[in-house]
C-alpha cells in the first residue's frame, strides 16, 4: 500500500476517533459495504422491524379497527410530522405527513398560485393588491429540477391557466414581476448536489409578491434548512432517504402557520374535510395543516417512518450538517489523492455554502463504472449521461468509509 494511502487511512481513523455522531452507526442495520447511497434510500433503522412487527400483530391483528383511536393511528400524520418539523426548522402544527412527494408538490403549487391570486378562502394576497382577476398568471419552476417536478409544474400550470416559465435557480430573480404567482425550487440539485439559496431566493420571490415552494427531498436531514427562519411559504419532501423512512415511505407538505387558513388545496378528501365523519355532500377545510390531508394515511409505512425517526434522538442538525461537509472535503482529497489525473471530474461546488451532502463525480462510461464499483462493495448510483453520484449520511457513514470509496474508485479506474 502506498505512503500517501497509508496517510489517509490514519487521518481517517482520527477523524472517526473525534466524531460526535459515531455512536449512530450501530442504530442502523450495516454490513461491509461501503454504503454511499442514501441520497437514495436511507439504510434501515434497528429498532424498526420490531416496531413494525407490533403493528402489524398487535394493533392491525389484534386491536383491528380500534387502533384509529387506541394506537393513535389517526393522528400519526400530524404526530410524525412534529417529530419531522425540528429537523427542517419548523414549529409544530406546520406539517402533515402523507401521500408522494409529487402529489404533494402539485398540492402546493396549486395552493399557492390560489393564495396569490386572493383565491384561497377569498381572502386577498399578502402583498396588498388581491388579484382577484387573476392576474398573476406565471408560474416559475427550476429548469434543473428533478424531472416529476417538472411534470407536476406543467399540469399545475394548465389547471390554473398560468404561463410556465422554466429557469436555472440563479435565475429567478431575473424574472419575476407582478404577474408571477407561485415559484417552484429545489434546495439541492439531485444530480450535482448544488445548494440553492434557500434565504435569498424565498425573499426575492416574496419582493415580488408571489409565494415560494421548496422542494427538500436532498437536504432535510442533511442540513439545516431554517423553513420558519426564512419565512417559507410551503415545501415538500421526501422521507426515504436522509430521513431513513423506508422505500416508498410518505412524504411530508409544510404549510406556513400564517397561510394555512387560505390554503385551498386541488384535491379536498375526507381526511381533511372539517368533519370527516359526518360524511357531508359540502366540503368544508379542516383547521390547519390538516388540511393538506387527502384521504386514508398508509399506516404501516406512516409507523416504519415513525420509529425511524427515533435515531434522530439527541442529535442536532447543525453536528449533522458540520460532519457533512467533512466527510465530503475528506472524500474529494482522497479522489485527487488515488484517481489518476483526467479520469474524474467533480461538479459539486468546492465552496461549503453551495454544497449539499453529496458528491458528484463526471466520469466517462459512468453507468459501467458504477456497476463495477457495486461489485466490489461500494455503492453509490448514476445518473445519466455521465454522473457517479456518491451520498454521504452522517448518521452512519464513517471517515473510513470515504477513503475506502475513493480507493476502490482508483483501482476501478485504473
Not at 481517517?12 to 450495516?30: G, M, Q, S, T
Not at 451532502?357 to 461500494?378: N, P, T
Request: proline share 6%; aromatic share 6%.
Amino acid at each position: 500500500m502506498s505512503e500517501a494511502a497509508l496517510d489517509l487511512q490514519a487521518q481517517a481513523a482520527k477523524l472517526d476517533a473525534r466524531d460526535e455522531l459515531r455512536a449512530k452507526r450501530a442504530e442502523f442495520v450495516l454490513d461491509d459495504t461501503v454504503y454511499l447511497d442514501g441520497n437514495s434510500l436511507g439504510a434501515l433503522p434497528a429498532n424498526v422491524p420490531e416496531r413494525v412487527a407490533d403493528v402489524i400483530s398487535r394493533q392491525w391483528g389484534a386491536l383491528r379497527i380500534r387502533s384509529w383511536d387506541e394506537s393513535g393511528w389517526w393522528t400519526a400524520p400530524e404526530r410524525v410530522g412534529d417529530r419531522i418539523a425540528p429537523l427542517v426548522g419548523a414549529g409544530r402544527g406546520q406539517i402533515v405527513v402523507g401521500d408522494s412527494t409529487s402529489v404533494n408538490v402539485f398540492k402546493a403549487l396549486v395552493a399557492a398560485v390560489r393564495i396569490a391570486r386572493g383565491a384561497g378562502d377569498g381572502h386577498p394576497d399578502e402583498s396588498g393588491g388581491g388579484h382577484q382577476d387573476g392576474g398573476r398568471d406565471e408560474i416559475v419552476v427550476d429548469a434543473t429540477t428533478f424531472p416529476t417536478d417538472g411534470y407536476i409544474a406543467q399540469s399545475a400550470a394548465r389547471l390554473t391557466g398560468c404561463r410556465l416559465i422554466p429557469v436555472a435557480p440563479a435565475d429567478v430573480p431575473g424574472v419575476l414581476g407582478e404577474r408571477t404567482a407561485a415559484v417552484l425550487l429545489n434546495h439541492a440539485d439531485y444530480r450535482t448536489g448544488r445548494l440553492h439559496d434557500l434565504p435569498g431566493l424565498t425573499a426575492a420571490v416574496h419582493a415580488a409578491g408571489a409565494l415560494v415552494v421548496w422542494d427538500l427531498c436532498h437536504t432535510a436531514g442533511a442540513l439545516p434548512v431554517g423553513l420558519d427562519e426564512h419565512g417559507v411559504d410551503l415545501a415538500v419532501g421526501c422521507t426515504y432517504k436522509y430521513l431513513n423512512g423506508g422505500p416508498g415511505s410518505p412524504a411530508y407538505l409544510y404549510v406556513r402557520r400564517e397561510l394555512q387558513d387560505r390554503f385551498d388545496s386541488p384535491l379536498p378528501g375526507w381526511n381533511s374535510h372539517a368533519e370527516p365523519f359526518g360524511m357531508r355532500p359540502e366540503f368544508e377545510a379542516a383547521a390547519g395543516a390538516v388540511r393538506g390531508r387527502v384521504g386514508t394515511p398508509d399506516i404501516l409505512s406512516m409507523l416504519a417512518l415513525e420509529a425511524a425517526l427515533d435515531v434522530w434522538d439527541g442529535v442536532g442538525i447543525d453536528a449533522v450538517r458540520a460532519k457533512s461537509l467533512a466527510l465530503t472535503d475528506f472524500f474529494l482529497r482522497c479522489v485527487e489523492a488515488y484517481v489518476p489525473e483526467g479520469r474524474v471530474e467533480p461538479v459539486t461546488p468546492r465552496a461549503h455554502a453551495e454544497r449539499g451532502s453529496q458528491v458528484a463525480l463526471r466520469c466517462e462510461g459512468a453507468g459501467d463504472v458504477m456497476k463495477r464499483l457495486i461489485e466490489q462493495g461500494v455503492v453509490g448510483d448514476y445518473r445519466a449521461p455521465d454522473v457517479l453520484r456518491f451520498g454521504f449520511t452522517p448518521l452512519y457513514v464513517s471517515f473510513a468509509d470515504a477513503e475506502r470509496a475513493a480507493r476502490v474508485l482508483a483501482r476501478t479506474l485504473d
